[in-house]
């Protein structure tokens, strides 16, 4: 089976809240700086501290258990588990979220964004 583009799955308390439509994969780290000032002419530099992140959207379900339990792990500062499948390949990992705005626009569908921060390695 062939899957394309990016899936995510978000679990809270071990229990699926859904895949999610549109998503972002973000990682990135600072950089330390180790020129030796004396010898070099070109910057040197380490990879310092990783972070990652996600971005989606989807639809939201009135009275759905799910945006209840992602509403419950905001309000709550809760980790939400985060499973982020790219073609063969898998990434698990512990996020909080930092942004959960819900857009309701006439005559369109009730969507919802979040902006998870990863709270630990993306394995």
Do not use: H
């Amino acid at each position: 089976m062939i899957k394309q583009g990016i899936n995510v799955i978000l679990k809270v308390d071990n229990k699926v809240v859904g895949g999610k439509r549109n998503i972002q994969l973000n990682r990135s780290s600072n950089a330390i700086d180790i020129t030796n000032k004396i010898k070099s002419e070109w910057q040197e530099n380490l990879q310092g501290l990783k972070t990652w992140g996600v971005t989606c959207n989807g639809i939201y379900v009135i009275n759905s258990e799910s945006l209840s339990l992602l509403e419950e792990c905001f309000m709550k500062s809760k980790d939400v588990e985060v499973t982020i499948i790219i073609g063969s390949k898998e990434y698990n990992g512990k996020a909080i979220i930092t942004n959960f705005p819900v857009n309701a626009t006439y005559d369109k569908q009730f969507k919802y964004n979040i902006t998870l921060l990863g709270n630990g390695a993306l394995e």
